[in-house]
């Protein structure tokens, strides 16, 4: 393991800011940034070597990517936080316009969730929403499918109809 992914897992590890699915997602995060970093030629980084010019870099590497708006600051987020454990914080710019990150772009205003449903219910009548969440995640259950609200937002916004 390189020397910046480690120094990084231990700020991690020892850190218990957040839930903990928070604290294993920034970890995922920094671990890839790290290995960004070393692809993109900085080698025998620390983890308090942390330089604008990196910052920069990736930036740049993000959008030439095409990534989202909302990917890109959550992976500024990550820097940031990064950056304030080896009080660094002067090293990121505190707003995400500096780097030419572009606002997110929102769908529509409406919920595709009421598209789908018009002015009725996801929910059949009769049922109430935790016995219909039940008897969904009966059925997720049973199909070996577990952590599946994401895909239900999903599902939700490409505005998929039940056929």
Known sequence: MRDLNYQLKQ????????????RVGRERQ???????????????LKATSLKQKHIQTLVDLWLKQNLSPGTIKNRMSCLRWWAEKVNKRAVVAGSNDFYGIPDRQFVSDQSKAKD???????????????????????????????KMHGLRHAYAQQGCRIT
Do not use: M
């Open 116 to 146: 789908l449903a018009g002015l009725g219910a996801l929910i059949p009548g009769g049922r109430k929403y935790i016995e219909q969440l039940r008897i969904y995640e009966r059925h997720t259950a049973n199909a070996g499918l577990s």
């Open 11 to 22: 700020i991690c590890k020892h850190s218990h800011e957040g839930s903990f699915e928070t």
């Open 30 to 44: 920094l671990t890839a940034i790290a290995n960004q970093l070393h692809e993109l030629g900085f080698r025998q």
